[in-house]
């Protein structure tokens, strides 16, 4: 009898750590109750801080799990990104969960499940893996989205997002079992080499899956038409778990997005370019738009982040491996401008009640000038304007976009980003100019204050020093498109 040789499981070694972290932490808590829950949260930090350590520091890169996993630059920088946006979210959760009266020690697991399902996504190589990655960071946010269990809006969050998340589900699964059933396969270099080194024509049947393929994924990155549940989710989920949707899953997404369409597709890229053209245009214009008539600041910042995912697609829609850097670029400036965004939000506080109405922030420049000043270099970076970092993120997409002669979907972008502009604006205004309202609640938490420092710093200085961040992402795109 011929045994199944043992695959090699230093590649995986962080996802392993991460879920061995995660049954560990279950356990305490499920011992020492939710008394436990801030030291199970510094715990999951400490844990994603190994992790981090282990995915930088050279973990053996290669295809393990018989070609179902793969680790790369490409994945390495991706998986930074996610365990650097998990862990803020973490730390930005201890105070509010404590104020809010939802100290379960389920949180922080939970947490620590979808980040693993998150790195599984960025090193699929496969539709399987890709699925089951999928599925395990989707089924971990279902809950965290209704976590605030006692609230009705909470509840309705995450039904909604259960809901259309099974459907996004069903179309992703079509879409794989369209491809598998056209090329005989499900591994992405086995269905690269059929359309890339064979030089064979991609089938309608290919193409019709494909399609599918993209609105299940575009369903995760919350692009337009597939954006229906953000706003609400956003709205109705506590606070830390909308940033936290806001800011690793959005960046695990477009990862997986960027690797699904260059490694296996990139023969069928004049067939995908055209449908990530038409989802970006849609994102950027349907997010400048309809966030001009917002009136709650999480509401407003899920139309933000569809708008941003649009401006990351049109680095995508290059098809090129500027256009791969462009994104990457794009995914790392977003993640740290909405680390300091959603933490000035958690920050501000009124009587012991969050802040959610726009019309509230009045007076912030006078009761929290220092806050105001933070808050405000992250609305006009997130505008775009220059020289802050925002404006660096959308000026690559676009140069990839001129240079891969996408003039249209270039113009497009610009003046949905002026459009937009102008939603950032009314908030700065609202700040300094309006009559001030009640004072805000002082002192800030230390943690708090170096998230804010650390956001403010890498917007207003990234144009110093912009030579190492576009070379690790020039590193991670040759690893994908050389």
Same mark, same amino acid.
């Given at each position: 009898m011929q045994h199944a040789p043992i695959p090699d499981i230093l590649p995986a070694l962080p996802e392993i750590w991460l879920a061995c972290a995660a049954m560990v932490l279950l356990m305490i808590g499920a011992f020492r109750g939710n008394a436990a829950t801030r030291s199970i949260s510094w715990l999951a930090v400490v844990a994603i801080a190994v992790a981090f350590v282990l995915v930088v520091s050279g973990t053996k890169e290669g295809t393990t799990f018989a070609g179902l996993f793969v680790v790369d630059s490409f994945s390495t920088l991706a998986k930074g990104l996610i365990l650097i946006g998990t862990a803020a979210t973490l730390i930005m959760s201890m105070d509010y969960i404590r104020r809010e009266g939802m100290e379960r020690f389920e949180f922080p697991v939970l947490v620590l499940l979808a980040t693993v399902g998150m790195l599984m996504m960025v090193s699929a190589n496969d539709l399987m893996s890709l699925y089951v990655g999928i599925e395990l960071q989707s089924l971990a946010l279902y809950v965290i989205a209704a976590f605030k269990r006692d609230t009705l809006k909470s509840t309705e969050a995450g039904l909604k997002y259960f809901v259309l998340g099974a459907l996004s589900s069903g179309m992703l699964l079509y879409g794989a079992s369209l491809i598998y059933g056209f090329t005989g396969t499900t591994n992405f270099e086995a269905i690269g080499a059929l359309y890339t080194q064979a030089g064979q024509e991609p089938s309608i049947g290919l193409i019709v899956g494909l399609v599918f393929l993209i609105s299940g994924l575009a369903f995760k990155v919350s692009a337009v038409p597939f954006h229906m549940w953000t706003p609400d989710v956003y709205e109705g989920a506590s606070t830390p778990a909308t940033a936290f949707f806001a800011i690793a899953p959005?960046?695990?997404?477009?990862?997986?997005?960027?690797?699904?369409?260059?490694?296996?597709?990139?023969?069928?890229?004049a067939d995908w370019q055209q449908v990530i053209s038409f989802i970006a245009i849609l994102s950027m214009g349907y997010g400048a738009f309809a966030a001009l008539r917002q009136t709650n600041i999480k509401r407003l910042m899920a139309y933000s982040s569809i708008g941003h995912m649009g401006f990351a697609l049109v680095g995508l829609a290059a098809g090129t491996q500027q256009g791969v850097q462009s994104v990457l670029i794009y995914l790392l400036i977003y993640l740290a401008m909405n680390i300091g965004t959603?933490?000035?939000?958690?920050?501000?506080?009124?009587?012991?009640?969050?802040?959610?109405?726009?019309?509230?922030?009045?007076? @912030?420049?006078?009761?929290?000038?220092? @806050?105001?000043?933070?808050?405000?270099?992250?609305?006009?970076?997130?505008?775009?304007?220059?020289?802050?970092?925002g404006f660096f993120g959308k000026f690559y997409v676009f140069l990839a976009a001129i240079d891969a002669k996408l003039y249209i979907l270039a113009v497009l972008g610009v003046l949905s980003s002026v459009v937009g502009a102008y939603y950032y604006l009314r908030i700065i205004k609202i700040i300094y100019f309006d009559e001030p309202g009640e004072s805000f609640e002082q002192p800030i938490g230390r943690e708090m204050k170096i998230l804010l420092g650390a956001s403010a710093v890498f917007t207003t200085f990234f144009v110093v020093l912009p030579g190492p961040f576009l070379a690790l992402t020039q590193q991670a795109a040759t690893a994908l498109l050389p």
């Open positions: 959005k960046v695990a997404a477009m990862a997986l997005l960027v690797r699904v369409m260059i490694a296996p597709f990139y023969g069928a890229a959603f933490a000035a939000i958690l920050t501000m506080r009124v009587k012991g009640q969050m802040v959610e109405g726009i019309d509230d922030l009045a007076g @912030l420049g006078k009761n929290n000038p220092v @806050l105001a000043l933070i808050l405000t270099v992250l609305l006009f970076s997130l505008a775009g304007i220059p020289p802050l970092a």
